[in-house]
């Protein structure tokens, strides 16, 4: 899956890009005042398994990304 496919995803969940380093961080409050966290490598892919963290973090469906 490639890096851009996933940002776009988070962003049209909601999610705000809020640091950059390593790794990209994104961040999204939900209606119920959780802050859902997670992160994005600098890699032109991403692995199956950091996809399925990020899936896990985002409390999204693997459908939504393709998986």
Request: glycine share 8%; net charge positive; charged share 30%.
């Amino acid at each position: 899956m490639f890096q851009n496919k996933v940002i776009q995803i988070l962003k049209n969940n909601g999610f705000r890009k809020v640091r950059s380093g390593k790794h990209i961080t994104f961040k999204k409050t939900t209606k119920g005042g959780k802050v859902l966290t997670t992160w994005v490598p600098h890699h032109r892919e991403v692995t199956v398994f950091v996809a399925r963290y990020i899936i896990k973090q985002t409390e999204k469906s693997k459908e939504e990304f393709g998986l």
